[in-house]
């Protein structure tokens, strides 16, 4: 069974600073996907990024970006330039990569980040 | 493109009472998933359709919880009778064919607070 660990429950930030939340998970696959999705409190759930295990480069999007670690099974993110509608949760999730497509998303349990003015 | 749409968005009731839930996804997806977050943990899927299929329903309390998507569109989710651990949002998503592990995009809707009493 793979589970995925949110060690943060909590994370502040000052506007335009940077933070970095961390995820590591345990799995004995070797293929499979990494993300991170956002909840604001709207609660509807928005993917952030997006890492394919096979992949050494890290994965970017905008002022996102991560830092996978696949010997280390950890998968963190960095949010650069923080805005104040960067505050959401935010949910660490994996996948492992099926040729039958069924895959079934595995979620931590979310670190709060906060940005402040 | 119009959302994931769920309702209501609120719900209120005692336990032992009965409960039911709408979602309408994304035209043209064939895939709806219905998962059930936990205050303070990630979402955990209860159930996924492919059309008016079940293909996964093994985390489904099925004592208690049922749900069906008769004409591989809308679907609804039941609780009868709720109990008070049944307490969470109920988030629906969609995806066009269920590749998420092929890197198909999930959508979410913005989901439904139970409160059982």
């Known amino acids: 069974a793979q589970t995925v660990t949110q060690s943060q429950p909590e994370m502040s930030v000052q506007e335009a600073e940077t933070v970095t939340l961390s995820c590591t998970y345990d799995t004995s696959e070797n293929n499979y996907y990494l993300f991170w999705y956002k909840q604001p409190p709207s609660r509807q759930m928005i993917l952030v990024i997006r890492q394919e295990a096979y992949k050494q480069q890290n994965a970017t999007e905008n002022r996102f970006s991560v830092n996978f670690q696949k010997a280390a099974k950890s998968f963190s993110l960095k949010i650069s330039d923080s805005q104040l509608g960067d505050t959401a949760m935010y949910f660490c999730?994996?996948?492992?990569?099926?040729?039958?497509?069924?895959?079934?998303?595995?979620f931590g349990a979310g670190t709060q980040v906060v940005v402040t003015p | 493109e119009a959302g994931v749409a769920q309702s209501p968005r609120y719900k209120i009731i005692e336990k032992r009472q009965s409960v039911a839930f709408w979602c309408n996804p994304i035209?043209?997806?064939?895939?709806l998933y219905w998962y059930q977050q936990i205050l303070g943990q990630g979402p955990k899927l209860l159930i996924q359709f492919q059309n008016n299929g079940v293909v996964d329903d093994s985390q489904l309390p099925k004592d208690r919880f049922s749900a069906e998507r008769l004409k591989g569109v809308d679907s609804t989710l039941k609780i009868q009778p709720a109990k008070l651990e049944d307490s969470a949002v109920y988030l629906c998503a969609s995806s066009l064919n269920g590749r998420v592990a092929a890197g198909e995009k999930l959508f979410f809707g913005s989901g439904t607070q139970l409160s059982v009493l």
């Open positions: 035209s043209g997806h064939a895939t």
């Open positions: 999730a994996f996948m492992i990569r099926t040729t039958d497509s069924w895959g079934k998303l595995q």
